[in-house]
Each structure stands twice: as C-alpha cells, then as structure tokens.
C-alpha cells in the first residue's frame, strides 16, 4: 500500500468539509474517488497533495504516519497531483511545457536537445503521438494537454498520481483518449487516484470505489464488490431518485 488514509478529517471553521473518510492506494491499481460538487472531493486531495493538512485521522505512506507540510513534500515522496488547469502556459511549446520549472541543465544554459528528445521519448512511451514537441501546447486537444501531463509526472517519478476530474471537459472520444492514458500510467506501476463525478468513466477504469456525500464516505468498494448500475445509483441517491420519480409521474 503506497498511500492511506484512516478516518481523516478537515473542517474550515465551523465548516466540516470532510468527516472519518479511509482510502488506499497500491502500485499498479486505480482508485476512483466519486462524488457530485460540494461532496468533499477537493478536500481530500487537497490533503494528499500537500496544500491542507488534516484535522482527524491518519494520513499513511508506505505504512508509516505522515503529514506534509507543503506541496513540495508530497512530490518529494512521489505523490504528483494533475490538476483541471493543467498548469500549463498555452504559448509554449510542448517540450518546454513538459520541463517547466525543471528544465535540464548543460553548463550555464538550457539543454534544448535534451529536453526535445526526452519530452518526445516519454510522450512515445506512454504511447501518446504529438506531431511536433515544438508546436505550442495550446494547439493540442484537452485530451491530449491531459496525456502530457500525465507524462511529465511519470516522468519526474511520481508513484502516485492523482488527477482532478481529468475528463470534466472532454467529449467522448477526448475522454476515452484520457482514461488509456490512465490505463498506461497504472500498467507501469503507478497508483493513481482518479477523481470524478462520472461513474461511466470511473467503472472501466477502476479497481477500487470511494464515494463521497457532503464530506463524508459513502464506503470504499472493489470493483468485484459493486456494479457500474449501483456505482451510479449509490452516486445519485437512490432515496431521493425514488422520490423524484414519485413526484414526477403523472396522475
């Protein structure tokens, strides 16, 4: 088990954001973590990330107690979170996007060469085929901004990687590029941590379902556990769908 959480918490306030919510993450495996706006979704990885800490509970790396103190710890212990915004400055090329704020040295300047041909060898090994690195980054599809980045932290040594409703804004076909992309990043040993309120893209994806309501946990299942059709109707509310429809039907 790389990363963990036992029953951990987070208020703002008087505001409880999140309340005894438990996790895991193992190498290899995708953990979906569902919810609609408002279920606590930014909180939890916001604490994974490094950007709050938590209240309550336990956050566990490796198995041993952690708390991070910042963003730089949680990517200094692997953990790489992509998020909506990508991060990324739409004017550069892809390579230099690729290398932002870690770009290879040779002497004093920028190793060019080196950054072009690295960028395009990651990008080719998780099977993602940019025509040119040097075309700037904003010219690709959402698809294929989110594969980059997905790249680049394989690339920098994540071990996990989470990433923030990566197909919100996607169409279908932009979608399914993301999530084998994800499939990729999983075959190569990473724990990611996928957040979305889709269950149609977290089912084929997924070994492991988190679904949150309001801050707290829904539970955690695996995938042999629960169906794609109670996925959804656990994530919509089944008591409310039944009212509605009751409220709906016509006389």
């Given at each position: 088990m790389i990363l963990q959480t036992k029953g951990i918490g987070k208020s703002?306030?008087?505001v409880l954001a999140l309340r005894e919510v438990s996790m895991s993450v193992e190498a290899g495996h995708v953990t979906c973590v569902l919810g609609d706006n408002g279920a606590g979704k930014s909180t939890l990885i916001k604490i994974l990330a490094g950007v709050h800490q938590h209240d309550a509970g336990s956050l566990l790396v490796d198995g041993a107690e952690t708390r991070?103190?910042?963003?730089?710890?949680?990517?200094?212990?692997?953990?790489?979170?992509?998020?909506?915004?990508?991060a990324m400055i739409p004017l550069m090329s892809v390579w230099r996007n690729f290398f932002l704020g870690s770009e290879p040295r040779k002497g004093l300047g920028f190793d060019v060469a080196k950054a072009r041909r690295v960028a395009r060898d990651e990008l080719r090994a998780m099977g993602i085929d940019v025509r040119d690195v040097d075309q700037p980054v904003g010219t690709l599809s959402g698809g294929e901004r989110q594969s980059v980045a997905i790249a680049r932290a394989v690339y920098f040594g994540a071990r996990v990687l989470i990433l923030d409703e990566p197909t919100s804004a996607l169409g279908v076909k932009q979608a399914g590029v993301v999530l084998r992309y994800i499939a990729r990043a999983r075959d190569r040993g990473l724990g990611v941590v996928f957040i979305t309120h889709n269950p149609h893209h977290a089912y084929p994806v997924g070994d492991r379902f988190l679904l949150l309501n309001r801050g707290t946990s829904l539970g955690e299942f695996a995938k042999a556990d629960i169906t794609r059709e109670k996925l959804t109707s656990m994530m919509a509310g089944e008591a409310e769908l039944k009212e509605l429809a009751h409220e709906l039907e016509r006389d």
């Amino acid at each position: 088990m790389i990363l963990q959480t036992k029953g951990i918490g987070k208020s703002f306030g008087s505001v409880l954001a999140l309340r005894e919510v438990s996790m895991s993450v193992e190498a290899g495996h995708v953990t979906c973590v569902l919810g609609d706006n408002g279920a606590g979704k930014s909180t939890l990885i916001k604490i994974l990330a490094g950007v709050h800490q938590h209240d309550a509970g336990s956050l566990l790396v490796d198995g041993a107690e952690t708390r991070f103190g910042s963003p730089r710890d949680a990517l200094d212990r692997g953990i790489a979170t992509v998020y909506q915004d990508l991060a990324m400055i739409p004017l550069m090329s892809v390579w230099r996007n690729f290398f932002l704020g870690s770009e290879p040295r040779k002497g004093l300047g920028f190793d060019v060469a080196k950054a072009r041909r690295v960028a395009r060898d990651e990008l080719r090994a998780m099977g993602i085929d940019v025509r040119d690195v040097d075309q700037p980054v904003g010219t690709l599809s959402g698809g294929e901004r989110q594969s980059v980045a997905i790249a680049r932290a394989v690339y920098f040594g994540a071990r996990v990687l989470i990433l923030d409703e990566p197909t919100s804004a996607l169409g279908v076909k932009q979608a399914g590029v993301v999530l084998r992309y994800i499939a990729r990043a999983r075959d190569r040993g990473l724990g990611v941590v996928f957040i979305t309120h889709n269950p149609h893209h977290a089912y084929p994806v997924g070994d492991r379902f988190l679904l949150l309501n309001r801050g707290t946990s829904l539970g955690e299942f695996a995938k042999a556990d629960i169906t794609r059709e109670k996925l959804t109707s656990m994530m919509a509310g089944e008591a409310e769908l039944k009212e509605l429809a009751h409220e709906l039907e016509r006389d």
